[in-house]
């Protein structure tokens, strides 16, 4: 006859987290619109520009909020170009903490590609290269 073993999982404590408190600032109305419209007039004016393709303002996770470009490319430099920007400011933070980054600048022998970090957004805007 065979014996089997039975191996008893070690009785673990669970310790009790303390609850985590999240403060959230709500936005009165106006001020959403307001925001908003400053938002649309930024992005009617950089587009304005001569060799512009393309507009791109997107939350803190790269989620896209107005674009003036097609959904597909949206998605694909938003996508790319956030999580770059953003480990450009982890890079900058490491580095020296009390320096930040204000703009990412990534250029091809086509393409120029500017990312504005802006406090909850950020700014991508897609131009040729002169």
């Not at 673990?12 to 307001?34: L, T, Y």
């Not at 933070?93 to 120029?112: A, N």
């Amino acid at each position: 006859m065979e014996e089997k073993e039975q191996e008893e999982a070690p009785a673990e404590e669970e310790e009790e987290k303390a609850p985590v408190i999240v403060e959230v600032k709500k936005k009165k109305p106006h001020e959403f619109s307001q925001t908003k419209y400053h938002v649309e007039e930024t992005v009617k004016k950089i587009s304005s520009h001569r060799g512009i393709l393309g507009t791109i303002v997107t939350d803190s996770l790269g989620i896209p909020i107005t674009s003036t470009m097609d959904d597909q490319t949206t998605a694909r430099y938003s996508s790319y170009m956030v999580p770059l920007a953003t480990k450009a400011k982890d890079l900058i933070h490491d580095i020296e903490s009390k320096d930040q980054v204000r703009l990412l600048r990534v250029r091809t022998k086509v393409h120029e590609i500017v990312v504005v970090p802006d406090g909850e957004f950020y700014v991508i805007v897609v131009q040729l290269t002169k």
